[in-house]
């Protein structure tokens, strides 16, 4: 008992003091979360508790649904063909870079998954921090799809490494195609319904609530698309990032929702998830030889990927901006852990390579945070007026 109040005071004080240290060292609230995380857990304020697992797990999913509330579906197809096609180009050449480096080095398979994933939870907490800026913009319509991929490719991966290359995983391709063939269809049968009824969408979600109804139907939304995912035994990250995509398609006139939801996720949920990420990475594990190096080595080589297939965006948006999206999309954070996991417990990386993968997932939120606010300062003073 006394050490689950330890616990949670711990726990407490990180997520209230966490902004005030961030401001001291002019570092993102993130990366403060995850090394405090770390470091007491390592002195033992921190420890394993059933139902931390299960808040941090919840903080995890509603990241991601914090995520999908960035994209609106409806403008997502209207994107220019030009830009769409951009987007496609810029996938096809981190994945090619991502084969091609994982080939010439002799990894594994799993690094061609590993190496290439994108998540745009953190790109969620960057246009939180800088506004609607054209290359925020661009990154989340391209690290939207992206992460579709990425967690279409994750789920795929973790039914290949639970029940190998077998019936199981044929299931599971099946029942993905099932799932996003049900959900095209229900987000099209929901686009008539609204266009002929468009009255419903307020009497949903009315301007004038005082029984918060947006939040209750928001989370209803979550839950029973989580839930849905649990059915079907595909990856419930998946369900959350789809549950966000609904309030900003379908409920355009709760402009302020998306930031209310966010407000109460990174004041809450979100900051348990990196905590527990801090402390699931034991101090100890950084005097394995080589671990600091590998760890360097990963980071460096999925940030370049990425600046390097951002300048398909150049005649967009010129090359500052093009590195900068670029950059946005160098900290798949939550994604890496959660592949590096399960390739991990299915023995496909040794556990040199899974905390290499753990400290290089940090390194990257904690660099590319940086560069980012380093970058965008000094564009800042060279055009003022712009910005």
Known sequence: MSDNIVLIVTISLIIIFSPFFAKVFKLPTTPIEIILGSILGYVGFIHDEHLFEIVAEMGFL????????????????????????????????????????????????????????ISVGLVASLAK??????????????????????????????????????????????????????????????????????????LLMPHEDNKEQDIRLSMGILFLLVGAMLYLELELAFGAFLAGIFIPTFFEHKHELPEKLASFGFGFLIPIFFIHIGSSFHLEALKIDGLI????????????????????????????????????????????IAMATLAYHADSIDILHYYAFILAALIQVISVMIIIKLMHTYKLKLSPSKN
Do not use: C
């Open 293 to 336: 190096l590998k760890a360097f080595l990963i980071a460096f080589a999925m940030i370049g990927m990425r600046v390097i297939a951002s300048l398909v965006f150049i005649k967009k948006l010129g090359v500052f901006d093009s590195i900068l999206m670029g950059l946005s999309h160098s900290m798949p954070l939550t994604l890496l």
């Open 129 to 202: 921090e800088y506004g609607k800026t054209p290359w925020l913009s661009i990154s989340m319509t391209a690290g939207g799809i992206g992460e579709v991929v990425s967690i279409g490719i994750l789920t795929i991966t973790s039914a290949a490494l639970q029940s190998g290359f077998g019936l199981g995983l044929f299931e599971t391709i099946l029942a993905l195609i099932a799932f996003l063939i049900f959900m095209f269809i229900l987000f099209k049968a929901m686009q008539i319904l609204f266009w002929w009824y468009p009255k419903l969408s307020t």
């Open 62 to 117: 509603y990241l991601m649904f914090i995520a999908g509330t960035e994209i609106n579906l409806k403008n997502v197809l209207k994107t220019p063909a030009t830009i769409m096609r951009r987007v496609m180009f810029y996938l096809a050449i981190l994945y090619g870079l991502s084969i091609t480096f994982s080939i010439y080095f002799e990894l594994g398979k799993i690094f061609m998954v590993l190496l290439p994933l």
